[in-house]
């Protein structure tokens, strides 16, 4: 492909409102287009790479069995009301009527349209296992798109399905597929490392993300110094601080002026945070929720919601407070009335803590669980952060940043029960099928393969995922000898089907050579007068920026050996 009939322009700055480096080189570079928040098009450039990730992504879920479908994106919303997500994942549904005023949306994801489909297929147990898999575009309404192609709104997933005759014959589908999840991530050069995931209310078994660590990421990863376990924050396990023990005293009622926050108490009073108990109130489904934990932690909302079994959780804000007649900043468990009361498990075994007297200014120390208040429901729902206790070893786990590259789920039953996938076993019963599902975003994909290949001066393109496979910068192209040059080593690539990008644009070096360093083909050839006469032309690597000079006739036995 000649440059000079290419549709491709090249920025010197990026714009400023670009922050993560794959942001600004995905502008500068020309890929994509920006046409509303996280709403992007594609130049014929940036396509050519969203083909390449597609096609590793292909090649290996192929390799591992997977069998491609399509599936409409325009999904009914009947569908979306059988499964009960119309509910769920309201928020971020892009809904929309025909004309007949019949209520569809635009598939953020398909486990519905895959298993309405999967349900006309499947009747025995011979008919099992099978996996499904799509690249298909999804709509998200997301709230905060963000960072060029790292979350936006219309964007390509590849989302596959496993259907399985029971929880064993799923654990080796989810195997296959995570398998075939590290290959496109190594492909890609993107290195991820696999962490424990929520896997939400809705039942469903493991669940484990792929991230790729870095700074710029959005995710939060605790990983143990000691023995190498990963998790997400919403899911991480960790060695709660112990209470301070003590036999339980009297019940005493403290005044206490001014006193809002845990940390002025704690001072006020004289005692650790972890002798007082906290209060955070919320909304579940719309219901109010007084949540005690210990003042020295902090309330995970996922754990909280899975421990509510509830879909939306809000904290309150300052009118539902008062709508509730809660008193903020000296509320406790003891005499509250019309909500449901959660107790962390932390606050159970420690005796003796301060909490609110529901009383402005006032406080009681030595509240004790059992004896001066019971909870509705006694949970986990603490949350990891840096510096606590590994739960497995006596490591520490570390907070990191990361990108959710990938996601496997073994997701259970829960949706070939509502939209009815079942089978007959040998003795002719019918089981509900096991469900696994994965998914990557191709987007984001391209995102990281950026931040995990570039230098100051660009994009380093991994092999597989390169738009073209050389980058050729023509000098002098008005010289005879290099003209015929140029068309010798075009013939010779075409011939051993190596593409190319041939800069053959009336520019100056020093621009053909930095354009040829943004958009970063792992190999770039330098056609002219001066390496011609040097016997050939110059290859130089993008990575290393090692060169030499190869004669055109052994060019391509050279790039075999790359
Ligand atoms: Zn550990």
Same mark, same amino acid.
């Given at each position: 492909?000649?440059?000079?009939?290419?549709?491709?322009?090249?920025?010197?700055?990026?714009?400023?409102?670009? +922050? *993560?480096?794959?942001?600004?080189?995905?502008?500068?570079?020309?890929?994509?287009?920006?046409?509303?928040?996280?709403?992007?098009?594609?130049?014929?450039?940036?396509?050519?790479?969203?083909?390449?990730?597609?096609?590793?992504?292909?090649? +290996?879920?192929?390799?591992?069995?997977?069998? +491609?479908?399509?599936?409409?994106?325009?999904?009914?919303?009947?569908?979306?009301?059988?499964?009960?997500?119309?509910?769920?994942?309201?928020?971020?549904?892009?809904?929309?009527?025909?004309?007949?005023?019949?209520?569809? $949306?635009?598939?953020?994801?398909?486990?519905?349209?895959?298993?309405?489909?999967?349900?006309?297929?499947?009747?025995?147990?011979?008919?099992?296992?099978?996996?499904?898999?799509?690249?298909?575009?999804?709509?998200?309404?997301?709230?905060?798109?963000?960072?060029?192609?790292?979350?936006?709104?219309? =964007?390509?997933?590849?989302?596959?399905?496993?259907?399985?005759?029971?929880?064993?014959?799923?654990?080796?589908?989810?195997?296959?597929?995570?398998?075939?999840?590290?290959?496109? =991530?190594?492909?890609?050069?993107?290195?991820?490392?696999?962490?424990?995931?929520?896997?939400?209310?809705?039942?469903?078994?493991?669940?484990?993300?792929?991230?790729?660590?870095?700074?710029?990421?959005?995710?939060?990863?605790?990983?143990?110094?000691?023995?190498?376990?990963?998790? /997400?924050?919403?899911?991480?396990?960790?060695?709660?601080?112990?209470?301070?023990?003590?036999?339980?005293?009297?019940?005493?009622?403290?005044?206490?002026?001014?006193?809002?926050?845990?940390?002025?108490?704690?001072? =006020?009073?004289? %005692?650790?945070?972890?002798?007082?108990?906290?209060?955070?109130?919320?909304?579940?489904?719309?219901?109010?929720?007084?949540?005690?934990?210990?003042?020295?932690?902090?309330? /995970?909302?996922?754990?909280?919601?899975?421990?509510?079994?509830?879909?939306?959780?809000?904290?309150?804000?300052?009118?539902?407070?008062?709508?509730?007649?809660?008193?903020?900043?000296?509320?406790?468990?003891?005499?509250?009335?019309?909500?449901?009361?959660?107790?962390?498990?932390? %606050?159970?075994?420690?005796?003796?803590?301060?909490?609110?007297?529901?009383?402005?200014?006032?406080?009681?120390? /030595?509240?004790?669980?059992?004896?001066?208040?019971?909870?509705?429901?006694?949970?986990?729902?603490?949350?990891?952060?840096?510096?606590?206790?590994?739960?497995?070893?006596?490591?520490?786990?570390?907070?990191?940043?990361?990108?959710?590259?990938?996601?496997?789920?073994?997701?259970?039953?829960?949706?070939?029960?509502?939209?009815? $996938?079942?089978?007959?076993?040998?003795?002719?019963?019918?089981?509900?099928?096991?469900?696994?599902?994965?998914?990557?975003?191709?987007?984001?994909?391209?995102?990281?393969?950026?931040?995990?290949?570039?230098?100051?001066?660009?994009?380093?393109?991994?092999?597989?995922?390169?738009?073209?496979?050389?980058?050729? %910068?023509?000098?002098?192209?008005?010289?005879?000898? %290099?003209?015929?040059?140029?068309?010798?080593?075009?013939?010779?690539?075409?011939?051993?089907?190596?593409?190319?990008?041939?800069?053959?644009?009336?520019?100056?070096?020093?621009?053909? =050579?930095?354009?040829?360093?943004?958009?970063?083909?792992?190999?770039? *050839?330098?056609?002219?007068?001066?390496?011609?006469?040097?016997?050939?032309?110059?290859?130089?690597?993008?990575?290393?920026?090692?060169?030499?000079? $190869?004669?055109?006739?052994?060019?391509?036995?050279?790039?075999?050996?790359?």
């Amino acid at each position: 492909m000649r440059m000079s009939r290419m549709m491709l322009k090249t920025l010197r700055e990026a714009p400023a409102e670009a +922050e *993560l480096v794959s942001h600004k080189l995905l502008l500068r570079a020309g890929l994509v287009v920006p046409v509303a928040a996280g709403i992007y098009s594609y130049t014929p450039f940036g396509w050519r790479v969203h083909r390449r990730i597609e096609a590793i992504i292909r090649q +290996e879920m192929d390799r591992s069995g997977g069998q +491609e479908v399509h599936l409409p994106a325009l999904q009914p919303r009947e569908a979306w009301a059988q499964s009960g997500r119309d509910r769920t994942m309201d928020p971020v549904l892009f809904r929309l009527q025909d004309r007949r005023e019949r209520d569809f $949306v635009l598939g953020p994801t398909h486990e519905e349209m895959v298993s309405l489909l999967a349900a006309r297929h499947i009747q025995s147990y011979r008919d099992l296992p099978v996996t499904l898999y799509q690249i298909q575009t999804k709509f998200r309404d997301e709230p905060r798109p963000r960072g060029g192609l790292i979350r936006v709104r219309e =964007f390509t997933m590849m989302d596959a399905y496993s259907f399985d005759a029971g929880w064993e014959a799923l654990d080796e589908s989810y195997q296959l597929a995570y398998d075939a999840y590290f290959r496109i =991530f190594e492909r890609g050069g993107v290195p991820v490392i696999p962490v424990d995931a929520d896997s939400g209310a809705i039942g469903g078994k493991d669940s484990q993300e792929f991230i790729f660590l870095t700074e710029s990421g959005e995710d939060t990863i605790l990983l143990c110094d000691g023995c190498g376990y990963a998790a /997400n924050a919403e899911k991480a396990e960790f060695r709660m601080p112990p209470p301070v023990e003590g036999d339980p005293l009297p019940l005493e009622r403290v005044h206490t002026p001014g006193q809002k926050t845990i940390a002025g108490l704690a001072n =006020f009073l004289g %005692v650790e945070e972890r002798q007082t108990a906290k209060a955070v109130f919320y909304l579940a489904d719309g219901a109010p929720t007084f949540v005690a934990i210990r003042g020295d932690l902090e309330v /995970n909302e996922v754990k909280l919601t899975n421990a509510l079994k509830a879909t939306v959780l809000k904290a309150m804000d300052d009118g539902d407070v008062r709508r509730f007649g809660l008193t903020a900043g000296s509320a406790g468990p003891i005499g509250l009335k019309g909500m449901t009361i959660v107790a962390d498990e932390s %606050v159970i075994d420690a005796p003796n803590l301060v909490s609110g007297a529901n009383e402005d200014d006032w406080h009681l120390k /030595n509240v004790n669980y059992d004896r001066d208040w019971k909870a509705d429901i006694v949970a986990s729902i603490s949350l990891a952060r840096d510096g606590d206790g590994c739960a497995r070893c006596d490591g520490r786990l570390r907070e990191r940043r990361g990108i959710e590259m990938g996601h496997v789920f073994k997701l259970g039953t829960m949706y070939s029960e509502a939209m009815d $996938v079942r089978y007959l076993d040998r003795a002719g019963e019918r089981h509900d099928t096991v469900m696994g599902c994965y998914g990557i975003g191709v987007e984001r994909m391209l995102a990281a393969v950026i931040e995990a290949n570039h230098d100051k001066d660009g994009i380093i393109w991994p092999k597989d995922v390169a738009p073209f496979d050389l980058h050729i %910068v023509a000098l002098d192209l008005h010289e005879l000898a %290099v003209s015929r040059a140029l068309q010798e080593v075009e013939d010779a690539l075409a011939g051993a089907g190596i593409t190319a990008l041939v800069d053959d644009r009336d520019d100056s070096p020093g621009i053909k =050579f930095k354009d040829a360093d943004l958009l970063g083909m792992p190999v770039r *050839l330098t056609v002219g007068p001066r390496a011609l006469s040097r016997g050939g032309i110059e290859l130089r690597a993008r990575r290393t920026s090692e060169s030499e000079i $190869v004669p055109i006739e052994s060019l391509v036995g050279r790039l075999g050996t790359l």
